[in-house]
Protein backbone atom coordinates (compact mmCIF):
# COMPACT_ATOMS: atom_id res chain seq x y z
CA UNK A 1 0.00 0.00 0.00
CA UNK A 2 1.43 3.58 -0.95
CA UNK A 3 0.45 7.33 0.31
CA UNK A 4 1.05 10.40 -1.61
CA UNK A 5 2.84 13.29 -0.07
CA UNK A 6 4.52 16.49 -0.86
CA UNK A 7 8.03 16.65 0.28
CA UNK A 8 11.07 18.54 -0.32
CA UNK A 9 13.89 16.81 -1.80
CA UNK A 10 15.94 16.54 1.34
CA UNK A 11 12.66 15.34 3.07
CA UNK A 12 12.03 12.68 0.27
CA UNK A 13 15.29 11.38 1.15
CA UNK A 14 14.98 11.22 4.83
CA UNK A 15 11.23 9.55 4.73
CA UNK A 16 12.96 7.23 2.43
CA UNK A 17 15.25 6.46 4.70
CA UNK A 18 13.06 5.74 8.08
CA UNK A 19 10.73 3.98 5.83
CA UNK A 20 14.00 1.79 4.93
CA UNK A 21 14.57 0.47 8.17
CA UNK A 22 16.65 3.91 9.43
CA UNK A 23 18.19 2.99 13.01
CA UNK A 24 20.39 6.36 13.55
CA UNK A 25 20.64 9.74 11.47
CA UNK A 26 23.69 11.94 12.50
CA UNK A 27 24.30 15.47 11.16
CA UNK A 28 26.10 18.69 11.15
CA UNK A 29 23.24 21.71 9.79
CA UNK A 30 24.30 23.21 6.92
CA UNK A 31 22.46 24.19 3.83
CA UNK A 32 21.07 22.72 1.74
CA UNK A 33 21.14 19.24 3.35
CA UNK A 34 19.92 20.67 7.28
CA UNK A 35 16.07 20.23 6.72
CA UNK A 36 17.55 16.17 5.98
CA UNK A 37 18.19 15.61 9.81
CA UNK A 38 15.19 17.83 10.58
CA UNK A 39 12.78 15.87 9.13
CA UNK A 40 14.00 12.43 10.80
CA UNK A 41 13.54 14.65 14.28
CA UNK A 42 9.91 15.37 13.29
CA UNK A 43 8.53 13.01 11.98
CA UNK A 44 6.34 10.61 13.93
CA UNK A 45 7.43 7.53 12.93
CA UNK A 46 10.90 8.34 13.97
CA UNK A 47 9.68 9.08 17.77
CA UNK A 48 7.31 5.99 18.03
CA UNK A 49 10.69 4.21 17.16
CA UNK A 50 12.96 6.06 19.43
CA UNK A 51 15.21 6.42 16.51
CA UNK A 52 18.48 7.62 17.43
CA UNK A 53 19.15 11.17 15.64
CA UNK A 54 21.65 13.76 17.18
CA UNK A 55 23.08 16.95 15.38
CA UNK A 56 27.01 16.40 16.10
CA UNK A 57 29.70 18.91 17.12
CA UNK A 58 30.87 18.34 13.45
CA UNK A 59 30.28 16.47 9.97
CA UNK A 60 33.82 14.33 11.10
CA UNK A 61 31.92 13.04 13.85
CA UNK A 62 28.45 12.53 12.60
CA UNK A 63 30.04 10.46 9.82
CA UNK A 64 32.25 8.41 12.82
CA UNK A 65 29.26 7.53 14.89
CA UNK A 66 27.34 6.55 11.95
CA UNK A 67 30.13 4.30 11.09
CA UNK A 68 29.93 2.77 14.18
CA UNK A 69 26.31 1.80 14.28
CA UNK A 70 26.66 0.39 10.68
CA UNK A 71 29.83 -1.98 12.26
CA UNK A 72 26.55 -2.67 15.14
CA UNK A 73 24.66 -4.13 12.29
CA UNK A 74 22.24 -0.74 12.35
CA UNK A 75 21.25 0.67 9.33
CA UNK A 76 22.34 4.29 9.36
CA UNK A 77 22.55 8.10 7.59
CA UNK A 78 24.93 10.75 8.20
CA UNK A 79 24.19 13.89 6.10
CA UNK A 80 26.32 17.57 5.55
CA UNK A 81 26.68 20.33 3.31
CA UNK A 82 29.40 19.48 0.02
CA UNK A 83 31.66 21.75 2.17
CA UNK A 84 31.22 19.11 5.48
CA UNK A 85 32.23 16.36 3.72
CA UNK A 86 36.11 17.59 3.31
CA UNK A 87 35.50 17.79 7.14
CA UNK A 88 34.50 14.53 7.04
CA UNK A 89 36.70 12.64 4.66
CA UNK A 90 39.20 11.14 6.87
CA UNK A 91 36.55 8.72 8.06
CA UNK A 92 34.50 8.51 4.73
CA UNK A 93 37.73 7.66 2.94
CA UNK A 94 39.11 5.29 5.17
CA UNK A 95 35.41 3.40 5.34
CA UNK A 96 35.98 2.25 2.03
CA UNK A 97 38.43 0.40 3.21
CA UNK A 98 36.55 -0.89 7.06
CA UNK A 99 33.41 -1.48 4.72
CA UNK A 100 30.11 -0.88 6.01
CA UNK A 101 27.88 -3.76 7.84
CA UNK A 102 24.72 -2.28 8.26
CA UNK A 103 23.55 -0.06 5.30
CA UNK A 104 25.15 3.01 5.77
CA UNK A 105 24.20 6.75 3.51
CA UNK A 106 26.51 9.11 3.71
CA UNK A 107 24.36 12.29 1.89
CA UNK A 108 26.23 15.11 0.57
CA UNK A 109 24.09 18.52 -0.63
CA UNK A 110 26.09 20.41 -2.67
CA UNK A 111 25.56 23.39 -3.76
CA UNK A 112 25.83 24.88 -7.08
CA UNK A 113 25.42 29.32 -7.55
CA UNK A 114 26.97 29.09 -4.27
CA UNK A 115 23.42 30.35 -2.42
CA UNK A 116 25.29 29.98 1.08
CA UNK A 117 28.86 28.25 0.08
CA UNK A 118 32.46 29.37 -0.44
CA UNK A 119 33.04 26.94 -3.57
CA UNK A 120 31.03 25.00 -6.03
CA UNK A 121 32.77 21.86 -5.32
CA UNK A 122 31.35 18.54 -6.79
CA UNK A 123 31.05 15.85 -4.40
CA UNK A 124 30.89 12.82 -7.12
CA UNK A 125 34.43 13.07 -6.81
CA UNK A 126 34.71 12.40 -3.28
CA UNK A 127 33.15 8.71 -4.56
CA UNK A 128 35.72 7.96 -7.31
CA UNK A 129 38.47 9.20 -4.97
CA UNK A 130 37.40 6.95 -2.28
CA UNK A 131 36.41 4.30 -5.01
CA UNK A 132 32.58 4.03 -3.24
CA UNK A 133 28.70 3.82 -5.24
CA UNK A 134 27.21 6.47 -5.46
CA UNK A 135 23.77 7.57 -6.47
CA UNK A 136 22.35 11.34 -7.67
CA UNK A 137 18.91 11.35 -7.51
CA UNK A 138 16.98 13.26 -10.50
CA UNK A 139 13.67 14.14 -8.47
CA UNK A 140 12.38 14.10 -4.98
CA UNK A 141 10.59 10.69 -5.85
CA UNK A 142 14.36 9.09 -7.07
CA UNK A 143 15.40 10.54 -3.46
CA UNK A 144 12.82 8.81 -2.12
CA UNK A 145 13.25 5.35 -3.83
CA UNK A 146 17.33 5.69 -3.64
CA UNK A 147 17.30 5.44 0.01
CA UNK A 148 15.94 1.45 0.80
CA UNK A 149 18.15 1.09 -2.22
CA UNK A 150 21.32 2.73 -1.13
CA UNK A 151 20.79 0.92 1.77
CA UNK A 152 20.30 -2.54 0.45
CA UNK A 153 23.15 -1.65 -1.97
CA UNK A 154 25.54 -0.87 1.15
CA UNK A 155 24.47 -4.24 2.61
CA UNK A 156 25.03 -6.29 -0.74
CA UNK A 157 28.26 -4.90 -1.24
CA UNK A 158 29.56 -4.20 2.33
CA UNK A 159 30.40 -0.58 1.72
CA UNK A 160 29.53 2.88 2.82
CA UNK A 161 27.32 4.81 -0.08
CA UNK A 162 27.58 8.77 -0.84
CA UNK A 163 23.97 10.22 -2.20
CA UNK A 164 24.90 13.83 -3.93
CA UNK A 165 22.16 16.20 -3.53
CA UNK A 166 21.97 19.85 -4.90
CA UNK A 167 20.01 23.21 -3.71
CA UNK A 168 17.54 23.03 -6.54
CA UNK A 169 16.37 19.52 -5.83
CA UNK A 170 17.15 19.68 -1.75
CA UNK A 171 15.14 22.59 -2.11
CA UNK A 172 12.12 22.21 -4.26
CA UNK A 173 8.92 20.68 -3.04
CA UNK A 174 6.82 17.52 -5.34
CA UNK A 175 4.51 14.80 -4.68
CA UNK A 176 6.22 11.47 -3.82
CA UNK A 177 4.64 8.23 -3.64
CA UNK A 178 5.82 6.79 -0.13
CA UNK A 179 5.51 3.39 1.19
CA UNK A 180 2.60 3.29 3.87
CA UNK A 181 4.72 0.98 6.30
CA UNK A 182 8.55 1.16 7.13
CA UNK A 183 10.75 -1.86 7.10
CA UNK A 184 11.88 -2.75 10.19
CA UNK A 185 15.31 -2.02 11.91
CA UNK A 186 18.11 -4.77 11.61
CA UNK A 187 19.15 -6.91 14.92
CA UNK A 188 22.09 -5.65 16.43
CA UNK A 189 25.10 -8.11 13.94
CA UNK A 190 28.62 -7.38 13.91
CA UNK A 191 30.88 -7.69 11.23
CA UNK A 192 31.95 -11.32 9.48
CA UNK A 193 35.40 -10.19 9.78
CA UNK A 194 36.06 -8.14 12.13
CA UNK A 195 39.80 -7.82 11.86
CA UNK A 196 39.03 -5.53 8.47
CA UNK A 197 37.51 -2.42 10.72
CA UNK A 198 41.34 -2.34 12.35
CA UNK A 199 43.28 -0.32 9.49
CA UNK A 200 46.41 -1.08 10.64
CA UNK A 201 49.00 -1.20 7.64
CA UNK A 202 49.00 -4.88 7.11
CA UNK A 203 45.06 -4.93 6.79
CA UNK A 204 45.07 -2.08 5.18
CA UNK A 205 47.00 -3.77 2.53
CA UNK A 206 44.52 -6.64 1.73
CA UNK A 207 41.69 -4.13 2.11
CA UNK A 208 43.18 -1.90 -0.73
CA UNK A 209 43.57 -4.93 -2.78
CA UNK A 210 40.09 -6.15 -1.77
CA UNK A 211 38.28 -2.80 -2.42
CA UNK A 212 39.72 -2.75 -5.61
CA UNK A 213 38.87 -6.30 -6.50
CA UNK A 214 34.93 -5.39 -5.52
CA UNK A 215 35.02 -2.32 -8.20
CA UNK A 216 34.01 -4.86 -10.62
CA UNK A 217 30.79 -5.57 -8.97
CA UNK A 218 30.02 -1.99 -8.10
CA UNK A 219 30.45 -1.15 -11.59
CA UNK A 220 27.58 -4.45 -12.47
CA UNK A 221 25.75 -3.10 -10.24
CA UNK A 222 25.44 0.36 -12.20
CA UNK A 223 25.14 -1.61 -15.30
CA UNK A 224 21.40 -3.21 -14.35
CA UNK A 225 20.51 -0.29 -11.68
CA UNK A 226 17.04 1.26 -11.98
CA UNK A 227 18.32 4.19 -11.93
CA UNK A 228 20.70 4.30 -14.96
CA UNK A 229 18.39 4.11 -18.05
CA UNK A 230 19.26 3.91 -21.75
CA UNK A 231 16.50 5.85 -23.78
CA UNK A 232 16.45 5.09 -27.36
CA UNK A 233 15.28 7.83 -29.76
CA UNK A 234 14.75 8.75 -33.78
CA UNK A 235 17.28 11.36 -34.05
CA UNK A 236 20.79 9.68 -34.22
CA UNK A 237 22.58 13.11 -34.76
CA UNK A 238 23.22 13.14 -30.83
CA UNK A 239 23.36 10.79 -28.13
CA UNK A 240 22.66 12.47 -24.33
CA UNK A 241 24.04 11.39 -21.25
CA UNK A 242 21.94 13.06 -18.92
CA UNK A 243 22.63 13.00 -14.78
CA UNK A 244 20.62 14.05 -11.96
CA UNK A 245 18.42 16.78 -11.79
CA UNK A 246 20.01 17.52 -15.49
CA UNK A 247 18.19 14.81 -16.72
CA UNK A 248 14.42 16.47 -15.66
CA UNK A 249 15.64 19.62 -17.20
CA UNK A 250 16.25 17.78 -20.26
CA UNK A 251 12.94 16.20 -20.62
CA UNK A 252 11.26 19.38 -19.51
CA UNK A 253 12.55 21.58 -22.66
CA UNK A 254 11.37 18.79 -24.70
CA UNK A 255 7.81 18.27 -23.18
CA UNK A 256 8.85 14.70 -21.85
CA UNK A 257 9.29 13.21 -25.32
CA UNK A 258 13.05 13.66 -26.46
CA UNK A 259 13.90 12.86 -29.91
CA UNK A 260 17.20 11.95 -29.13
CA UNK A 261 19.01 8.19 -27.49
CA UNK A 262 19.72 9.69 -23.95
CA UNK A 263 21.55 7.48 -21.04
CA UNK A 264 20.04 8.21 -17.81
CA UNK A 265 22.50 8.54 -14.88
CA UNK A 266 21.66 8.31 -11.11
CA UNK A 267 24.06 5.67 -10.60
CA UNK A 268 27.58 5.28 -10.04
CA UNK A 269 30.56 4.22 -11.06
CA UNK A 270 29.46 4.73 -14.74
CA UNK A 271 28.18 2.13 -16.54
CA UNK A 272 30.29 1.52 -19.00
CA UNK A 273 28.22 -0.49 -21.67
CA UNK A 274 25.60 1.60 -21.43
CA UNK A 275 27.69 4.79 -22.88
CA UNK A 276 29.39 2.73 -25.43
CA UNK A 277 25.80 1.47 -26.75
CA UNK A 278 24.94 5.17 -26.39
CA UNK A 279 28.67 6.33 -28.36
CA UNK A 280 28.13 3.77 -30.75
CA UNK A 281 24.96 4.92 -31.71
CA UNK A 282 24.95 8.46 -32.43
CA UNK A 283 27.39 10.99 -34.34
CA UNK A 284 28.04 13.11 -31.51
CA UNK A 285 27.51 12.98 -27.70
CA UNK A 286 26.24 15.65 -25.46
CA UNK A 287 26.63 15.67 -21.45
CA UNK A 288 24.65 17.24 -19.28
CA UNK A 289 25.13 17.44 -15.50
CA UNK A 290 24.99 19.48 -12.63
CA UNK A 291 28.16 20.62 -11.20
CA UNK A 292 31.33 19.82 -12.11
CA UNK A 293 32.43 18.05 -15.71
CA UNK A 294 32.57 14.83 -13.88
CA UNK A 295 31.13 12.53 -16.66
CA UNK A 296 32.49 14.70 -19.05
CA UNK A 297 36.10 13.98 -18.44
CA UNK A 298 35.48 10.21 -17.98
CA UNK A 299 33.63 9.87 -21.47
CA UNK A 300 36.60 11.79 -23.23
CA UNK A 301 39.32 9.19 -21.52
CA UNK A 302 37.10 6.24 -21.83
CA UNK A 303 35.14 6.56 -24.97
CA UNK A 304 36.30 9.24 -27.65
CA UNK A 305 37.68 8.08 -31.13
CA UNK A 306 37.04 10.79 -32.96
CA UNK A 307 32.71 11.66 -32.78
CA UNK A 308 32.09 15.32 -30.96
CA UNK A 309 31.86 15.28 -27.33
CA UNK A 310 30.20 18.41 -26.22
CA UNK A 311 29.15 19.73 -22.58
CA UNK A 312 30.71 22.10 -20.05
CA UNK A 313 34.51 21.45 -21.54
CA UNK A 314 33.29 22.70 -24.80
CA UNK A 315 31.84 25.35 -23.70
CA UNK A 316 28.43 24.18 -24.56
CA UNK A 317 27.03 24.00 -21.63
CA UNK A 318 27.36 26.78 -18.25
CA UNK A 319 30.42 25.70 -16.31
CA UNK A 320 29.66 28.46 -13.34
CA UNK A 321 26.67 28.17 -11.42
CA UNK A 322 23.58 25.99 -11.46
CA UNK A 323 22.07 24.61 -14.52
CA UNK A 324 18.38 25.18 -15.51
CA UNK A 325 15.70 24.51 -18.17
CA UNK A 326 17.13 27.38 -20.29
CA UNK A 327 20.50 26.52 -20.33
CA UNK A 328 20.22 22.94 -21.04
CA UNK A 329 17.44 24.57 -24.18
CA UNK A 330 20.37 27.05 -25.81
CA UNK A 331 22.86 24.02 -25.43
CA UNK A 332 20.71 21.84 -27.43
CA UNK A 333 19.48 24.76 -29.81
CA UNK A 334 23.41 25.92 -30.70
CA UNK A 335 23.65 22.03 -31.53
CA UNK A 336 20.42 20.94 -32.71
CA UNK A 337 17.74 23.98 -33.58
CA UNK A 338 15.30 21.87 -35.73
CA UNK A 339 15.22 19.35 -32.97
CA UNK A 340 11.38 18.36 -32.72
CA UNK A 341 9.65 19.23 -29.55
CA UNK A 342 12.69 21.90 -28.48
CA UNK A 343 10.72 24.33 -25.89
CA UNK A 344 13.34 27.55 -25.91
CA UNK A 345 12.03 29.61 -23.53
CA UNK A 346 15.30 32.44 -23.93
CA UNK A 347 16.73 34.28 -20.67
CA UNK A 348 14.24 35.84 -18.13
CA UNK A 349 15.35 38.86 -16.59
CA UNK A 350 14.85 39.88 -12.97
CA UNK A 351 11.65 41.85 -12.71
CA UNK A 352 13.14 45.38 -11.57
CA UNK A 353 9.54 45.14 -9.54
CA UNK A 354 11.33 42.92 -7.58
CA UNK A 355 13.54 44.54 -4.91
CA UNK A 356 16.81 43.46 -4.06
CA UNK A 357 17.10 42.24 -0.29
CA UNK A 358 20.81 41.57 0.35
CA UNK A 359 21.87 39.63 3.54
CA UNK A 360 21.70 41.68 6.66
CA UNK A 361 22.38 40.83 10.65
CA UNK A 362 19.09 40.81 11.69
CA UNK A 363 17.96 44.38 14.01
CA UNK A 364 18.45 43.34 17.53
CA UNK A 365 21.16 40.91 16.68
CA UNK A 366 23.78 40.74 19.09
CA UNK A 367 26.34 40.26 16.89
CA UNK A 368 25.92 44.14 15.88
CA UNK A 369 26.96 45.60 19.31
CA UNK A 370 30.09 43.05 19.12
CA UNK A 371 31.17 44.53 15.89
CA UNK A 372 29.92 48.41 16.84
CA UNK A 373 32.58 47.63 19.93
CA UNK A 374 35.31 46.40 18.24
CA UNK A 375 35.32 48.66 15.17
CA UNK A 376 35.50 51.09 18.01
CA UNK A 377 38.49 49.99 20.07
CA UNK A 378 40.21 49.12 16.73
CA UNK A 379 40.03 53.01 15.59
CA UNK A 380 43.43 53.65 16.79
CA UNK A 381 45.26 51.05 14.83
CA UNK A 382 45.63 51.54 11.12
CA UNK A 383 46.50 47.86 10.76
CA UNK A 384 44.36 45.79 12.78
CA UNK A 385 43.10 42.74 11.45
CA UNK A 386 40.49 40.30 12.27
CA UNK A 387 40.20 36.76 11.13
CA UNK A 388 36.15 35.96 10.58
CA UNK A 389 34.53 32.70 10.21
CA UNK A 390 31.57 30.77 9.27
CA UNK A 391 27.94 31.86 10.63
CA UNK A 392 25.35 34.43 10.79
CA UNK A 393 28.65 36.96 12.16
CA UNK A 394 30.42 36.37 8.72
CA UNK A 395 27.87 39.54 7.50
CA UNK A 396 29.76 41.80 9.55
CA UNK A 397 32.19 42.18 5.98
CA UNK A 398 29.46 43.66 4.83
CA UNK A 399 28.41 48.04 5.29
CA UNK A 400 28.16 49.28 8.13
CA UNK A 401 30.78 47.10 9.73
CA UNK A 402 33.22 46.08 7.31
CA UNK A 403 34.61 44.75 10.24
CA UNK A 404 36.44 41.65 8.90
CA UNK A 405 39.43 40.48 6.57
CA UNK A 406 38.75 36.84 5.99
CA UNK A 407 36.00 33.66 5.81
CA UNK A 408 37.79 30.70 4.72
CA UNK A 409 36.64 27.73 6.36
CA UNK A 410 34.89 26.88 9.92
CA UNK A 411 37.27 27.35 12.46
CA UNK A 412 40.13 28.95 10.48
CA UNK A 413 39.19 32.37 12.17
CA UNK A 414 41.79 31.46 15.18
CA UNK A 415 44.02 29.64 13.71
CA UNK A 416 44.62 32.54 10.50
CA UNK A 417 45.07 35.09 13.40
CA UNK A 418 47.69 32.96 15.22
CA UNK A 419 49.69 32.63 11.74
CA UNK A 420 49.54 36.23 11.53
CA UNK A 421 50.49 36.95 15.23
CA UNK A 422 52.69 34.72 14.57
CA UNK A 423 54.02 37.01 11.93
CA UNK A 424 54.03 39.82 13.84
CA UNK A 425 50.53 41.28 12.69
CA UNK A 426 49.29 43.31 16.13
CA UNK A 427 46.34 43.58 17.04
CA UNK A 428 45.17 40.17 14.80
CA UNK A 429 42.08 38.89 16.24
CA UNK A 430 39.60 36.27 15.42
CA UNK A 431 35.80 36.44 15.71
CA UNK A 432 33.93 32.57 15.51
CA UNK A 433 30.36 31.76 16.61
CA UNK A 434 29.84 29.40 19.10
CA UNK A 435 28.58 26.69 17.38
CA UNK A 436 31.37 27.18 14.71
CA UNK A 437 34.10 27.30 17.79
CA UNK A 438 32.46 23.62 18.81
CA UNK A 439 32.33 22.54 15.15
CA UNK A 440 36.27 22.88 14.56
CA UNK A 441 37.36 25.65 16.89
CA UNK A 442 38.89 24.23 19.65
CA UNK A 443 42.18 23.12 18.36
CA UNK A 444 42.99 25.93 16.97
CA UNK A 445 42.07 27.55 20.44
CA UNK A 446 44.80 25.21 22.30
CA UNK A 447 47.62 26.00 19.35
CA UNK A 448 47.21 29.69 20.73
CA UNK A 449 47.11 28.69 24.46
CA UNK A 450 50.10 26.58 24.16
CA UNK A 451 52.21 29.59 22.54
CA UNK A 452 50.37 32.12 24.60
CA UNK A 453 49.61 33.62 21.25
CA UNK A 454 49.37 37.10 21.24
CA UNK A 455 46.11 37.82 20.02
CA UNK A 456 42.23 38.10 21.20
CA UNK A 457 39.70 35.49 20.31
CA UNK A 458 35.96 36.79 20.67
CA UNK A 459 33.99 34.00 20.86
CA UNK A 460 30.25 35.48 19.51
CA UNK A 461 27.49 33.45 21.43
CA UNK A 462 24.33 33.83 19.67
CA UNK A 463 23.25 30.11 22.46
CA UNK A 464 22.34 28.82 18.30
CA UNK A 465 23.34 27.41 15.40
CA UNK A 466 21.66 30.47 14.00
CA UNK A 467 22.34 30.49 10.52
CA UNK A 468 20.73 27.38 9.44
CA UNK A 469 17.84 27.67 11.60
CA UNK A 470 18.36 27.52 15.25
CA UNK A 471 19.23 23.97 16.13
CA UNK A 472 21.40 23.28 19.31
CA UNK A 473 25.10 24.05 19.98
CA UNK A 474 27.02 21.95 21.01
CA UNK A 475 28.81 24.59 23.83
CA UNK A 476 25.95 26.24 25.20
CA UNK A 477 26.60 27.72 28.71
CA UNK A 478 29.79 25.49 28.72
CA UNK A 479 32.06 28.00 26.18
CA UNK A 480 33.78 29.58 29.49
CA UNK A 481 34.67 25.74 31.18
CA UNK A 482 36.07 24.64 27.80
CA UNK A 483 38.22 27.43 27.16
CA UNK A 484 39.69 27.56 30.95
CA UNK A 485 40.19 23.06 30.59
CA UNK A 486 41.77 23.52 27.34
CA UNK A 487 44.53 26.12 29.72
CA UNK A 488 43.42 29.42 28.60
CA UNK A 489 44.35 31.78 31.53
CA UNK A 490 41.16 32.20 34.01
CA UNK A 491 42.10 35.94 34.33
CA UNK A 492 41.63 36.23 30.42
CA UNK A 493 38.93 34.60 29.76
CA UNK A 494 36.18 37.22 29.91
CA UNK A 495 32.32 37.33 29.40
CA UNK A 496 30.16 40.11 28.92
CA UNK A 497 26.39 40.41 27.62
CA UNK A 498 26.23 41.88 24.13
CA UNK A 499 23.56 44.77 24.64
CA UNK A 500 23.20 48.07 22.89
CA UNK A 501 23.85 49.45 26.66
CA UNK A 502 27.21 47.68 27.20
CA UNK A 503 29.23 48.80 24.44
CA UNK A 504 30.79 51.08 25.76
CA UNK A 505 31.86 48.12 28.48
CA UNK A 506 32.84 46.00 25.47
CA UNK A 507 34.77 48.47 23.94
CA UNK A 508 37.07 49.12 27.08
CA UNK A 509 37.21 45.34 27.52
CA UNK A 510 38.75 44.86 23.89
CA UNK A 511 40.91 47.98 24.73
CA UNK A 512 42.00 45.85 27.57
CA UNK A 513 42.73 42.51 26.41
CA UNK A 514 44.12 43.95 22.60
CA UNK A 515 46.94 44.87 25.09
CA UNK A 516 47.49 42.51 27.49
CA UNK A 517 50.48 40.37 25.66
CA UNK A 518 49.27 37.25 25.31
CA UNK A 519 46.02 35.45 23.97
CA UNK A 520 43.23 36.40 25.57
CA UNK A 521 39.20 35.05 24.98
CA UNK A 522 36.43 37.39 25.23
CA UNK A 523 33.25 35.73 25.12
CA UNK A 524 30.03 38.11 24.19
CA UNK A 525 27.07 36.25 24.68
CA UNK A 526 23.32 37.54 23.70
CA UNK A 527 20.16 34.99 22.62
CA UNK A 528 19.65 34.89 18.79
CA UNK A 529 17.15 37.04 18.29
CA UNK A 530 15.03 34.53 16.06
CA UNK A 531 15.37 31.72 18.41
CA UNK A 532 14.70 34.06 21.26
CA UNK A 533 11.05 34.68 19.57
CA UNK A 534 10.22 31.39 19.32
CA UNK A 535 11.12 30.74 22.98
CA UNK A 536 8.92 33.45 24.18
CA UNK A 537 5.73 32.17 21.86
CA UNK A 538 6.35 28.37 23.21
CA UNK A 539 6.19 29.69 26.46
CA UNK A 540 3.51 31.65 26.09
CA UNK A 541 1.80 28.84 24.15
CA UNK A 542 2.58 26.61 27.37
CA UNK A 543 1.26 29.21 29.94
CA UNK A 544 -1.87 30.32 28.36
CA UNK A 545 -5.24 28.52 29.49
CA UNK A 546 -6.52 25.91 27.12
CA UNK A 547 -9.80 26.03 25.94
Same mark, same amino acid.
Not at 36 to 44: A, M, S, Y
Not at 69 to 90: E, Q
Not at 103 to 108: A, E, F, K, N
Not at 140 to 159: K, N, V
Given at each position: ???? +???????????????????????????? @? #?????? /????? /?????????????????????????????? +?????????????????? /?????????????????????? %?????????????????????????????? *?????????????????????????? %????? /??????????????????????????????????????????????????????????? *??????????????????????????????????????????????????????????????????????????????????????????????????????? *???????????????????????????????????????????? @??????????????????????????? *?????????????????????????????? %???? #?????????? #??????????????? #????????????????????????????????????????????????????????????????????????????????
Amino acid at each position: MKTK +RLLLGDEALALGAINGGLSGAYAYPGTP @S #TEILEF /VQKDP /VSRARGLHSHWSSNEKTAMEAALGMSYCGK +RAITSMKHVGLNVAADPF /VNSAMTGANGGLLVISADDPSM %HSSQNEQDSRFYADFAMIPLLEPCNQQEAY *DMARHGFSLSERCHIPVLVRMVTRLA %HSRAV /VECDAAPLPENDLHYPANPRQWVLMPAVSKERNRQLIKDQEQFRKESEESPFNRYEDGP *DKRLGIIASGIAYNYLQEIFGGRVPFPVLKIGQYPLPLEAMRRLYDACDAMLVLEEGQPFIEKQVRGLLYHGKEIYGKLSGHVVRDGELNPDEVAAAMSALCA *DAAGLKLHGKREVSELVVPRPPALCQGCGHRDVYAAMNAALEKY @SDAKVFGDIGCYTLGFLKPFNAIDSCV *DMGASITMAKGAADAGQFPSLAIIGDSTFT %HSGM #TGLLDAINED #TNMVVVISDNLTTGM #TGGQDSQGTGKLEQICIGLGADPAHVRTIDSLPRNVPDITALFEEEINHKGLSVIISRRECIQTARRHASAKNKAQSPKA
